[in-house]
């Protein structure tokens, strides 16, 4: 079983439509979930984080936490054709792994007009 | 957040050279990491990139093939040894935030022919 699983994807949504982006772990010790966009040709940029149990929200952008279930999701609303990219869930271990991040293969999102 | 630069962009090498690629974070960071990140594929984590002492790897890496410098929590260097066309990828240096979040530089494509 791989440490960080994301669907590869493509995953296709119609422009202002909700896109779900979905992650899981297997390290139950995991501490921090972060989120990168990733454009082609560009390097990973990140997004969002989230520590704790729950929903967060920037925007457009809202991560999910449930630690329990080792579940994380980043929801886009009113997707646009400029939100078209590889999105990165990313997992950062217990506090005794010297802070490295573990990233799952990356779901591939494609936004049409 | 930090703000990363590396240096090369780009380089195409003959087999059986090295090269040296540098990080500059514009404020100093606890933590810095080297990624390789193959066509296609996700991350890969080479190693983390400790100010004063040798990096630590991860398992497949090895420091005689990817040594690794950081003489200050602002800059880091990664040599790519006795490079074979395996070694081709995009190489990616990170920097740990205040907030505990890692920034990413925009990488180094290399291409050994």
């Known amino acids: 079983q791989k440490e960080v699983e994301q669907n590869s994807g493509p995953l296709s949504v119609p422009e202002g439509a909700i896109a779900s982006l979905n992650c899981t772990y297997s390290?139950?010790?995991?501490?921090?979930f972060f989120w990168y966009r990733q454009y082609s040709g560009k390097s990973p940029e990140l997004i969002m984080f989230?520590?704790?149990?729950g929903d967060k929200e920037d925007g457009r952008f809202t991560a999910q936490l449930n630690k329990a279930s080792q579940y994380v999701s980043l929801l886009i609303r009113d997707s646009q054709p400029s939100d078209s990219a590889t999105y990165l869930c990313?997992?950062?271990?217990?506090?005794?792994?010297?802070?490295?991040?573990?990233f799952g293969q990356g779901t591939e999102l494609s936004v049409k007009p | 957040s930090a703000v990363i630069s590396q240096k090369p962009s780009r380089d195409i090498c003959q087999r059986g050279t090295s090269l040296t690629i540098q990080c500059q974070v514009d404020s100093q960071v606890t933590m810095m990491f080297w990624y390789r990140q193959q066509p296609g594929q996700s991350l890969t984590l080479i190693a983390t990139a400790n100010q004063g002492s040798e990096a630590t790897y991860e398992s497949g890496f090895v420091i005689d093939k990817f040594p690794i410098s950081r003489p200050n929590l602002t800059f880091s260097t990664l040599t790519v040894s006795n490079m074979s066309p395996e070694d081709s990828s995009i190489y990616l240096c990170?920097?740990?935030?205040?907030?505990?979040?890692?920034?990413f530089g925009p990488g180094t494509r290399l291409t050994v022919l």
């Open positions: 390290d139950r010790g995991s501490q921090s």
């Open positions: 990170s920097g740990g935030g205040g907030t505990d979040t890692q920034y």
């Open positions: 990313a997992v950062k271990g217990a506090y005794n792994q010297g802070g490295k991040l573990i």
């Open positions: 989230i520590y704790s149990n």
